[in-house]
């Protein structure tokens, strides 16, 4: 078979609506369930602890503790079985696969959340409109120099 065909027949399969995943969010999955001629929808709610794959075969783990028992599912994130996905916090974290979750228990276990955007850490600039340079060494005015 041709690739250019097998990509076409892919990218018509894609989900365009699938939001802004990362390893360490807390997601809730809404997988359909077929039983007999019903069909409903199971919420799957926990934190992704890895990705994997690319295009259609792209995949994430969502891991949850069920009764005291840690429970892993693997979602295929183009399946027509997963009906949406919903972020509900974001953790922070600095690995791309969270597996040494699957040791730690009770709060140990939970992730920090990320912060948004960096607006904590930058304070507003004064402006002041100057037509000359200071000096280095000068100081404002009204405020005492510091000799170093």
């Known amino acids: 078979m041709s690739t250019s065909l097998i990509q076409a027949v892919e990218q018509a399969q894609l989900k365009t609506d699938m939001p802004n995943l990362h ?3 807390t997601v809730d999955v809404h997988v359909r369930i077929v039983e007999g001629a019903k069909e409903r929808i199971q919420v799957f709610n926990g934190v992704i602890i890895g990705r994997k794959g690319s295009g259609i075969a792209q995949t994430i783990t969502v891991r949850r503790i069920v009764a005291n028992e840690g429970v892993e599912r693997v979602f295929p994130l183009h399946s027509p079985r997963i009906a ?3 972020v509900k916090r974001h ?3 600095r690995r791309a696969k ?3 979750l699957r040791e730690r228990v009770g709060k140990k276990r939970r ?3 990320r912060r948004r955007g960096l607006g904590h850490l930058v304070q507003a600039a004064p402006t002041t409109p100057s037509a000359e340079p200071k000096a ?3 100081a ?3 405020e005492p ?3 170093s």
Request: hydrophobic share 40%.
């Open 84 to 86: 949406e996905i919903h």
């Open 91 to 93: 953790g922070h974290v």
């Open 145 to 147: 120099v510091l000799a």
């Open 111 to 113: 992730l920090r959340d």
């Open 140 to 142: 404002p005015e009204g």
């Open 98 to 100: 969270l597996y040494y």
């Open 136 to 138: 280095p060494d000068a």
């Open 23 to 25: 390893v360490g969010d």
